[in-house]
């Protein structure tokens, strides 16, 4: 998994996450709204009773009917809109938790990505300063160009690992020294030649 892999999860995540919070928020606004209605129905529900019981008192059985009439609709009317609210509720939850299970999985799977990319990771850092232990110079070369992260974690590995062995011998420097004393002294000169 590459960086920039990486970072795209990452905002995917926190784009997630936000959605979430968003909705959360957002359901909590709508409960609000339904708890505002339900007051704001039974007010009026309490207005419609005491102005019943004042027709009662002071007109005639024409305007109670009128009155009951009107209360028949408000009902229903209040009925049909919590109704309306209540699916919405329904609808916005059930859209929530699939964005939750749709976050999770996708936290699921970056962790299993990193499961599988942490250990090639350390495995690639661990080879990086084996090599560069063993070749001072190409590291050197090569350091400022590395990231920074990336140089500190191979800089830190290359302090614990053992010194590198020493330079294996040529066969010209092995037959040399096995060699030297059954030469004659026109080989010699032209073998110190060469290992100098």
Known sequence: MTTSEVIQTIIYLGGLSGV??????????LKGAIEAQKTTIGAQ??????????????????????YEAYRKIVDQEKDA??????NQFEQEKKSLL??????????????????????????AILKLAVHYQLNPLEWEVQKPSTNARLAKNIEALMDV???????????LEIFWEQGKEHLTPRALEITKGELN
Do not use: C
């Not at 979430?20 to 606004?29: D, N, S, T």
């Not at 690992?161 to 066969?171: A, N, Q, W």
């Open 98 to 123: 699939q964005s939750a299970a749709d976050l999770k999985e996708g936290y699921e799977k970056v962790q299993a990505g990193n499961k599988q990319v942490i250990p090639l990771y350390a495995e």
């Open 45 to 66: 529900q309490s207005m419609i009773e005491g102005m019943a019981n004042f027709m009662n008192i002071v007109d005639a059985p024409k305007m109670a009917e009128r």
């Open 161 to 171: 690992l053992p010194p590198p062995p020493p330079r294996p011998k040529t066969p």
């Open 81 to 86: 809109i919590l109704k309306q609210m209540e």
């Open 20 to 29: 979430v919070y968003w909705a959360g928020k957002w359901f909590h606004a």
